[in-house]
């Protein structure tokens, strides 16, 4: 694989994990790499194992110069729609960050307003060191909270699909009904309201 492209200057990765799912939030991070401490290994977080995207997350979070997570509410979702709510999410991350960036690189095809100028890169998670750590950060912490969700609503397997529209998970939305953590925006789910 090529190495991955480390841009000159402070410049801050954004990435979102969590757009497709059926229930819980979608979170974004912000993630400015400092160019002295490299970290091996970054990639598109769909292309590495949970073990080695929580071992990366915490490097990066050891080593980044600023990182930032920050996440849409499934409320947020319904009432916005999922991509105005990734672009909410992402604009939280970018301003939470503790060092100001001078650019953004948005993995996609579309950018959040900002206060800072900003690029989208397609497939940046994959291109662009910082947007890679965007997006490990991202999903490591989408996961965590899904885990956290299974704890609450055990029958639907959160566990085993985050959220995403599996036919258990939709099995599951059949025989349980739909939960307040579900996108009633989405149509499996306003599917299953609407033959309540």
Same mark, same amino acid.
């Given at each position: ?20 799912? &059926? $229930?819980?939030?979608?979170?974004? *991070? @912000?993630?400015?790499?400092? !160019?002295? %401490?490299?970290?091996?290994?970054? #990639? ?43 672009? &909410? $999410?992402?604009?939280?991350?970018? *301003? @939470?960050?503790?060092?100001? !960036?001078? %650019?953004?690189?948005?993995?996609? #095809? ?87």
């Amino acid at each position: 694989m090529s190495a991955l492209i480390v841009p000159e200057g402070l410049v801050c990765g954004v990435d979102e994990a969590g757009r497709g799912p &059926l $229930a819980g939030p979608v979170v974004a *991070a @912000a993630v400015i790499l400092d !160019p002295a %401490r490299p970290i091996a290994g970054l #990639n598109d977080s769909k292309k590495l194992s949970a073990k080695k995207r929580m071992a990366l997350a915490g490097l990066i979070r050891e080593r980044a110069l600023a990182w930032a997570v920050a996440e849409a509410s499934v409320e947020e979702i319904d009432q916005l729609n999922i991509l105005h709510a990734s672009m &909410l $999410a992402m604009q939280r991350a970018v *301003a @939470a960050l503790q060092v100001t !960036p001078e %650019r953004a690189l948005i993995d996609g #095809n579309r950018c959040p307003s900002l206060a800072i100028p900003a690029e989208a890169v397609v497939q940046g998670d994959a291109k662009v060191a910082a947007i890679a750590a965007a997006s490990i950060l991202a999903k490591t912490v989408r996961d965590e909270g899904m885990l956290g969700l299974h704890a609450q609503y055990p029958h639907y397997g959160f566990d085993r699909h985050m959220g995403y529209p599996t036919a258990a998970h939709c099995a599951a939305l059949a025989a349980h009904g739909v939960s307040p953590v579900h996108r009633r925006s989405f149509a499996p789910v306003a599917r299953q309201l609407s033959l309540l």
